[in-house]
């Protein structure tokens, strides 16, 4: 238990970081509020759930082993990363007469973080490089979930609070349009560098 502190730090910097499901949050935080990004981010967490499942019971090592199933998932990936980041630039002007239903629902953050790749990495470092319970290796795991999903929550909340500052810039046209391009850009270039570092 003397490597809670590190693992904790750790794992602030592998979630925290940005990368496409900080960064997407940001941007539907920026684009529609904190209020109405809140199922957004709750999807996050839901699918980064899933990836802490699939990871900690190493299903993950045996879907990648799969011949083929890498470049398939990577295609998929890239194409909703794509059509994700579509949506956040092409978001109108906040206004109070935007549309209810517009923004980003909690199963398209849950997809985004099933194929994130960062996610699996990320995950995949917590779980090989730390040992928070020796005597009980399903101990040890269970703890690491929770704590990692405390943190993520804490993170995820904090990318969205950050994204929602800029909700004020966003009433104007032009100003709206250039960051939430910004942020569609942003979005593409992590993922870029997370398939390809």
């Known amino acids: 238990m003397e490597?809670?502190?590190?693992?904790?730090?750790?794992?602030?910097?592998?979630t925290g970081s940005p990368g496409p499901n900080t960064l997407s949050l940001a941007a539907v935080g920026a684009a529609y509020g904190q209020?109405?990004?809140?199922?957004?981010?709750?999807?996050?967490?839901?699918?980064m759930a899933g990836v802490i499942l699939i990871v900690g019971s190493?299903?993950?090592?045996?879907?990648?082993?799969?011949?083929?199933?890498?470049?398939?998932?990577?295609?998929?990936?890239?194409?909703y990363f794509i059509?994700?980041?579509?949506?956040?630039?092409?978001a109108p002007p906040l206004k109070a007469t935007m549309k209810q239903d517009s923004e980003p629902k909690w199963f398209e953050g849950t997809f985004l973080s099933l194929i994130n790749p960062k996610?699996?990495?990320a995950m995949a470092a917590m779980f090989s490089s730390?040992?928070?319970?020796?005597?009980?290796?399903v101990m040890d795991?269970?703890?690491k979930a929770a704590?990692?999903?405390?943190?993520?929550?804490?993170?995820?909340?904090?990318?969205?609070?950050?994204?929602?500052?800029?909700?004020?810039?966003?009433?104007?046209?032009?100003?709206?349009?250039?960051?939430?391009v910004m942020f569609a850009g942003l979005l593409i270039i992590s993922v870029l560098i997370t398939a390809f570092i």
């Open 147 to 180: 704590v990692l999903m405390l943190v993520l929550i804490v993170v995820n909340i904090c990318w969205l609070y950050a994204g929602s500052i800029l909700t004020n810039f966003l009433k104007h046209d032009r100003l709206s349009r250039a960051i939430n």
């Open 119 to 121: 996610a699996y990495a």
């Open 3 to 14: 490597t809670i502190g590190p693992f904790i730090l750790a794992a602030l910097a592998l």
């Open 141 to 143: 795991s269970f703890f």
């Open 58 to 79: 190493g299903v993950s090592g045996f879907l990648f082993a799969l011949p083929g199933a890498a470049p398939v998932i990577t295609v998929i990936a890239g194409l």
């Open 130 to 137: 730390f040992i928070l319970v020796a005597e009980n290796r």
């Open 83 to 90: 059509y994700l980041a579509y949506r956040i630039a092409s």
């Open 35 to 47: 209020k109405r990004g809140l199922r957004y981010m709750l999807g996050l967490n839901l699918g």
